[in-house]
């Protein structure tokens, strides 16, 4: 019985999942907005409890254009529901809905 019990934590102790974030945040180019300079060209990143990780899951070009004068990332901040996890310094998204 022992046994048993021991074996039913450790299964739920290793399926733990990682606390997923929900909230709204700041979402644009990680280099051009947030000073993020960990790697080359510009790529997507959102900020929240003021620091910005840059996103995996999600591309900067999966929004429109990035250069784009009035929504580009690369030329303005804007306001996203994200869903996803912190994970070796990166925010890895499940869900990004852009607010207009």
């Known amino acids: 019985m022992k046994k048993l019990i021991i074996l039913t934590l450790l299964i739920f102790a290793s399926c733990g999942n ?3 974030i929900k909230q709204v945040a700041e979402i644009s180019c990680g280099q051009c907005q947030f000073e993020l300079d960990s790697e080359n060209g510009c790529s ?7 620091k910005a990780y840059f996103v ?16 580009g990332f690369c030329e303005v901040i804007r306001k996203a529901e994200i ?3 912190v994970e070796d310094g990166r925010f890895k998204a499940s869900a990004i809905k852009l607010i207009e």
Not at 44 to 50: E, K, M, S, Y
Not at 56 to 71: L, P, R
């Open 44 to 50: 997507l990143a959102v900020r929240f409890n003021d």
């Open 83 to 85: 869903a996803g996890v």
């Open 18 to 20: 990682k606390k997923e």
């Open 56 to 71: 995996d899951g999600f591309s900067i070009d999966d929004f429109g254009d990035a250069h784009n004068k009035e929504t």
